[in-house]
């Protein structure tokens, strides 16, 4: 009963919530998401408001104080792996201990970003080698290619060298399935969301068939892990030539259960789908943008090939291309958001109760406006137009002592990588190897939109909006 109260006292945007009209809203939100959500952004610019799935009412909250306090609030109050993992039923799909215990997290903020200088050697390796194989461009010719399949092979083998190293990261069979695997779980999970809660715990095990998706995993990783479990008992947790790796990172972390092969094997799972269609997703919005926008295409070439002549293909020449750097947050500012950023699911038994003591229930998935943020004029001057110094023409005006808005930094106004304690620990290696490849495709190709000035447009339904999986461009080899 203080459920429903609580509910009804939060309005809901572009609908009502009857017992008939609440699905006409649900229908009606499917196929205009992002309208109603702007609607709501600008309604109730410090508020909250509901938003009806074919399930249950969402609760989006507004402004800057609000935003602050969902990505400040404790794990046991408004929980961050249940919240994104709803969508995809984690705790059915990858199992609770995912869901309970997400160390691998830390092992990326921890082991992986602590290692990355190190590991850009073979990074870039990777990355040459992925682009030449997987675009497999003749001579001069200029070929017209999907960007999404394209970049997604790429980043999975590029990722794989690095979490799995060589030969495993250039197994196409084995790439293929953690590509898939992401697709997999949210088609089973969105079966399972259709459960009541009562059937879950007896039916979702067939459908997520998580035993099965492990053995498979097990047929390429588990020597690996087992090699690595035998050395770590033998030799204790640091040893000369130890390799530098996801299975050493994650077993820095792993206690008890988790030191097993199944068990890292489906935290590795878990990683390479937080990695590959995130950044595979990041680089086609990007080459999209670049190719619409072709005016950007020397400037950054220059900005490349400057670098790279004084520094060579280090990370710290990486790290000196600003424009670059800039181009890219520019591109994930406009394309690189959910609508609806920050999920959380309200797990205390009391329901969260914001400062102003708005209050919302137990078991409520709460979010924060995404995308709408990102075009709000009062956070961006020219918020609609694609401006890809935006934030490299602060720097280059004031000097390296101003405030400076790297990729990689997360704000109430900037929330692709999310914001606060969960911000996405994979964004300081997504970053580096997204401006890698950009660079790398500057440096080493021609590249032009298959309609000029026509950006591919987004798809998706509901929540889900990704850049175009149809997209084309054209590209060649430069006469270098
Ligand atoms: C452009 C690429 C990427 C984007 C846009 C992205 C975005 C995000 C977002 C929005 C979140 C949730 C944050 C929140 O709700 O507060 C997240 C979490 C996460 N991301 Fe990323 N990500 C990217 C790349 C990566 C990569 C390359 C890795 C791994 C190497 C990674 C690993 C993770 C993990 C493990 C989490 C869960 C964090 C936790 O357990 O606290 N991500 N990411």
Redesign the pocket.
């Known amino acids: 009963r203080r459920r429903q109260q609580a509910q009804n006292r939060i309005p809901v945007v572009n609908g009502s919530d009857g017992i008939i009209s609440s699905y006409l809203t649900a229908f009606h939100f499917l196929r205009n998401a992002e309208e109603v959500l702007e609607q709501g952004y600008y309604q109730f610019p410090d508020g909250v408001f509901r938003v009806p799935t074919l399930l249950r009412w969402d609760y989006v909250a507004n402004g800057v104080a609000r935003i602050a306090e969902v990505?400040a609030a404790p794990d046991d109050v408004l929980s961050?792996?249940q919240?994104?993992g709803d969508n995809i039923q984690a705790d059915w799909t990858m199992g609770m201990p995912i869901t309970r215990n997400?160390f691998?997290?830390h092992a990326?903020r921890g082991g992986?970003t602590r290692n990355l200088a190190r590991c850009f050697p073979q990074v870039m390796e990777e990355l040459v080698c992925a682009f030449d194989e997987v675009l497999a461009l003749e001579d001069t010719e200029w070929k017209l290619l999907p960007v999404l399949p394209n970049t997604m092979q790429i980043v999975a083998r590029i990722?794989s060298r690095l979490f799995v190293g060589l030969p495993l990261c250039r197994n196409q069979e084995y790439l293929n399935f953690n590509i898939n695997y992401t697709i997999n779980i949210f088609i089973r999970g969105r079966i399972i969301a259709l459960l009541p809660d009562v059937l879950k715990p007896i039916l979702s095990p067939f459908i997520a068939a998580r035993d099965t998706l492990i053995r498979r995993t097990l047929s390429f990783v588990g020597p690996l892990i087992e090699e690595r479990l035998k050395d770590e008992n033998q030799l204790g947790p640091e040893w000369e030539d130890k390799p530098n790796d996801l299975v050493s990172w994650l077993l820095e972390l792993a206690e008890g259960e988790e030191r097993t092969s199944a068990a890292l094997a489906l935290r590795m799972l878990?990683?390479n789908m937080?990695?590959i269609h995130?950044?595979s997703?990041?680089l086609t919005s990007a080459l999209y943008d670049l190719t619409t926008y072709s005016s950007y295409i020397e400037p950054l070439r220059a900005e490349a090939e400057r670098v790279v002549r004084q520094e060579g293909w280090t990370k710290a020449a990486i790290n000196n291309m600003h424009r670059i750097d800039s181009f890219l947050r520019e591109s994930?500012r406009l394309n690189?958001s959910?609508l609806i950023?920050?999920?959380r699911k309200v797990i205390a038994k009391e329901g969260f109760t914001f400062s102003d003591g708005t209050f919302i229930p137990y078991g409520a998935i709460l979010g924060v406006s995404g995308r709408v943020v990102h075009y709000d004029p009062a956070n961006y001057e020219n918020a609609d137009t694609f401006d890809g110094f935006r934030f490299s023409r602060v720097r280059e005006s004031e000097g390296d002592g101003c405030v400076q808005r790297p990729m990689v930094a997360t704000g109430v106004d900037h929330?692709?990588?999310?914001?606060?304690p969960?911000?996405?620990?994979?964004?300081f290696?997504?970053a580096m190897?997204?401006k890698a490849m950009l660079a790398h495709v500057l440096v080493n190709y021609d590249l032009r939109a298959e309609k000029e000035g026509v950006r591919p447009p987004n798809m998706g339904i509901g929540l889900h909006i990704s850049p175009s999986r149809k997209g084309r461009i054209w590209m060649r080899k430069r006469q270098i």
Do not use: M, N, Y
Not at 415 to 420: I, P, R, T, W
């Open positions: 990505a961050f792996h919240g994104i997400p691998h997290g990326i992986l990722s878990a990683v937080a990695a995130s950044t997703t990041a994930q690189g959910k950023a920050l999920p929330l692709s990588f999310g914001h606060g969960h911000a996405c620990p994979g964004r290696f997504a190897e997204l």
